[in-house]
């Protein structure tokens, strides 16, 4: 079946730097466009950033363009978030997600940013 496994996250000052990683198998993953999104505490899930099969087109959230950067390695079946100049509203639950059928989403990593 499906699996979305992350791994990266953690605490980390203001203006600092993490990149999020997320292992997929169970389906071709350089087949399908692949979804970071994020969860804070008594928010509602958003979207962070989207990257297109082959990597050919990006898309963010206004909230982190310029700060993150999707990427994907097919080879490795594995797709990051490079997250530079941290904020303490970026602290949240990030999800890597497969929003095409069938759909998935991994358990979660903590990204917690605090002085």
């Known amino acids: 079946q499906v699996q979305l496994v992350e791994s990266g996250g953690g605490l980390v000052q203001p203006g600092g730097s993490l990149t999020l990683s997320c292992k997929a198998s169970g389906f071709t993953f350089s087949r399908h466009a692949m979804t970071w999104v994020r969860q804070a505490p008594g928010k509602a899930i958003e979207m962070v950033s989207t990257i297109t099969t082959g990597g050919t087109s990006t898309a963010y959230v206004d909230a982190v363009k310029g700060r993150f950067t999707i990427s994907r390695d097919d080879a490795k079946d594995t797709l990051y978030l490079q997250m530079n100049d941290l904020k303490p509203e970026d602290t949240a639950m990030y999800y890597c997600?497969?929003?095409?059928?069938?759909?998935?989403r991994g358990q979660g990593t903590q990204v917690t940013v605090s002085p």
């Open positions: 997600a497969k929003l095409t059928e069938p759909s998935a």
